[in-house]
């Protein structure tokens, strides 16, 4: 069952991937390019990756929504929604990604591929992090929560008004 559904999503996220070039408006395009990344957060649940297919599933939805947003703020047509051609020089792309697709699958068979040496470690999340980090991970830890609380209180600085000045 697995297996099955590994299979529907990959063959979903590349589907939506092409998809987002194949769509005539930004704005479907942005929620074909969510739906491709959804595929993979879900795929990289499936194979046991669970912080990093949370973490992208989480990124991916706040990225494309805050996207969507400012596409209907900015863009001249209603919602990014008007037809519009999302390909450009159709021929030049079309010929270098020929050419990097070629060689990336010349370089899979052409490498050696080195055999597996020991097994996995039980908290693959825990064994990356220790390996980025060392000992410094309660510093980084800290440093992110000292960020959040600096990014906060910008934005509560740079409002005009205050909490109880709302009359004027």
Not at 52 to 73: R, S
Not at 94 to 118: C, D, N, T
Request: glycine share 8%.
């Amino acid at each position: 069952m697995e297996d099955a559904a590994f299979w529907v999503l990959a063959v979903a996220a590349v589907g939506f991937g092409i998809a987002v070039f194949i769509v005539d408006s930004m704005a479907r395009a942005t929620f074909s390019l969510l739906a491709s990344f959804l595929c993979v957060g879900a795929v990289l649940l499936l194979v046991g990756l669970h912080y990093l297919g949370v973490l992208v599933i989480l990124m991916m939805i706040m990225e494309m929504l805050v996207m969507a947003v400012f596409m209907v703020m900015y863009m001249m047509n209603p919602a990014g929604l008007m037809p519009m051609s999302m390909l450009h020089n159709k021929r030049g792309a079309l010929a270098v990604s020929g050419v990097l697709f070629a060689a990336l699958a010349a370089g899979i068979f052409a490498i050696p591929w080195p055999e597996r040496a020991g097994r996995p470690p039980p908290d693959p999340a825990f064994a990356l992090g220790e390996s980025i980090m060392g000992a410094k991970m309660l510093v980084m830890m800290v440093i992110g929560i000292a960020i959040l609380a600096t990014m906060i209180a910008t934005v509560v600085l740079a409002t005009q008004r205050g909490r109880y000045d709302r009359d004027a």
